[in-house]
């Protein structure tokens, strides 16, 4: 029984085998189509670019405060207000700004007593010490009150011109042309003066002339300089583009979680006042855009026909394999055609060293999927039942 099974196994092998190199020639592919790629040596533009991300604010934009403290008594402007340089905007509660320069006037005038008299009294003594009627003592306790009464004299006008120099600060006016932005104030309330000025409202100056701050990449900085076109977009106007240039590149990096960033500042022009404040751009920064003379696809300089030569096929002029180089194709004839690379993109190369109008080889696809690589022999075919199994993978 086991002797008739293993008979039937054997037999069962014999025939699939005979099958297999029976049919072997149809069931392998043939030589397959070869699709050569082509592209012409011509005139054309190096173009790179970058991207990053940006908040659009104002050129100008000015946070107007207050230098003294009390209550809020009116607002002239509200959100959207159009204000022109000196013009009213609030006005603070006076009481106490005026309590305070009577008294500073009062301390003047007391001041002001005190130093005419000891002016009198400074000068007799004088005149006495000088014609030696009087002790030294007496003539220099006169000077030393009369200096005294000078200064406290200055003292009072300056506390004076102080404290109407803070009254005028009840009054606060506009800095510049503009838009109010916000207002973070309101009537009734008050603002205490510190060392931090309270802010009471934000003025743009001019919403028609804005400006991008970009984050750009410390990998991508060094190819950003004044003058570079940009186009950006904000998600309010999907359908549109915006265009500006590089005005200032920062010099200060600005580390957030461990990534350093630099700043750019792009101008943009908002005649239609379409860009508002705070919205954030998707930016492109042209690092190149340039017209060269001869340019070829980048994916040429890195084509090998050896990994593509079929066996009708032949090489000439065969240069260096690291050498700069693309490649022309006659008939079953490749050639190489040594170049100098210039300006590159991730799409085009800048080359000379060949004429425009030159037609190059960019790429060659085959369908073959047991053809053999350039310079090397086909193994020798096996049976899938053979010891071993059969190859994985398909050749090149």
């Excluded at 990053?52 to 934009?61: D, F, K, N, R």
């Excluded at 300006?343 to 037609?359: C, K, L, P, Y």
Aim: glycine share 6%.
């Amino acid at each position: 029984m086991k002797k008739k099974k293993y008979l039937i196994i054997l037999a069962s092998i014999a025939l699939l085998s005979i099958l297999y190199f029976a049919f072997k020639d149809s069931l392998m592919p043939s030589d397959s189509s070869v699709n050569v790629t082509t592209a012409v040596v011509k005139k054309g533009k190096i173009v790179n670019s970058i991207s990053a991300t940006g908040t659009i604010e104002p050129v100008t934009q000015v946070q107007v405060g207050t230098q003294v403290s009390g209550i809020l008594t009116k607002l002239y402007v509200d959100y959207n207000s159009i204000v022109k340089k000196g013009d009213v905007i609030a006005e603070l509660d006076r009481s106490n700004l005026l309590i305070d320069l009577s008294s500073k006037q009062s301390s003047l005038n007391s001041a002001k007593s005190e130093y005419e008299y000891e002016l009198q009294n400074y000068t007799r003594e004088k005149t006495l010490f000088e014609k030696n009627l009087i002790a030294k003592s007496e003539y220099d306790i006169a000077l030393y009150n009369y200096e005294k009464a000078q200064n406290n004299y200055d003292l009072a006008h300056y506390n004076l011109t102080k404290s109407q120099t803070n009254l005028g600060y009840a009054t606060i006016y506009s800095p510049i042309d503009g838009v109010v932005l916000s207002k973070d104030v309101e009537e009734g309330q008050t603002v205490a003066s510190s060392l931090n000025t309270p802010t009471l409202f934000t003025i743009a100056a001019d919403l028609t002339d804005m400006r991008v701050i970009a984050d750009v990449d410390e990998a991508e900085i060094g190819g950003v300089e004044v003058g570079q076109k940009v186009i950006f977009a904000v998600d309010a106007y999907l359908d549109l583009q915006f265009e500006g240039v590089v005005t200032q590149v920062r010099q200060l990096g600005i580390v957030t979680s461990n990534v350093v960033t630099y700043e750019v500042v792009i101008s943009a022009h908002n005649p239609e006042l379409k860009l508002k404040p705070g919205l954030t751009a998707n930016v492109t920064i042209y690092t190149m855009d340039e017209m060269c003379e001869t340019v070829v696809p980048a994916k040429a300089l890195s084509f090998d026909p050896r990994l593509v030569l079929e066996p009708n096929e032949v090489i000439v002029n065969e240069m260096p394999r690291k050498a700069p180089k693309v490649w022309v194709k006659s008939g079953d004839v490749y050639k190489s055609v040594g170049v100098t690379l210039g300006r590159s993109s991730r799409t085009f190369t800048e080359v000379s060293g060949i004429d425009a109008g030159t037609t190059i080889v960019v790429d060659v696809e085959s369908d073959a999927v047991n053809a053999p690589m350039a310079g090397k022999i086909p193994e020798q075919e096996k049976s899938p039942f053979a010891l071993g199994g059969p190859k994985g993978g398909r050749r090149p």
